[in-house]
């Protein structure tokens, strides 16, 4: 499966950006749909992830602010960010991982001015 993602882009902190996963084929089936990020300097971190049931599960530190969605209907994943601090600039990735497969997409860069 490829992934591609969209929707980051400049924004000021407090604001809010929805980011798009576009997968090519049906992700009815993949277990784990996942947002991870990598800021410069850093190791690439788990932001959110949302399982086939559709169970979540956040970063501690955008709990409350960020809510992941799938969409199997149209093989999309997304994450809602709100309320967005300068600590939330990275480049966000998709991510696919089920039995067999660990697919990325190759990144859409969020940054957060002050």
């Known amino acids: 499966v490829q992934l591609v993602e969209s929707g980051g882009g400049l924004v000021q902190a407090g604001g809010s950006l929805r980011l798009s996963c576009a997968a090519s084929?049906?992700?009815?089936?993949?277990?784990?749909m996942g947002w991870f990020r990598q800021a410069p300097g850093k190791q690439r971190e788990l932001v959110a992830a949302i399982t086939s049931g559709n169970s979540t599960n956040y970063a501690d530190s955008v709990k409350g602010r960020f809510t992941i969605s799938r969409d199997n209907a149209k093989n999309a994943v997304y994450l809602q960010m709100n309320t967005l601090e300068p600590e939330d600039t990275a480049v966000y990735y998709c991510?696919?991982?089920?039995?067999?497969?660990?697919?990325w997409g190759k990144g859409t860069p969020v940054t957060v001015s002050s």
């Open positions: 991510n696919a991982r089920s039995f067999g497969l660990d697919a």
């Open positions: 084929r049906s992700i009815f089936s993949v277990n784990r």
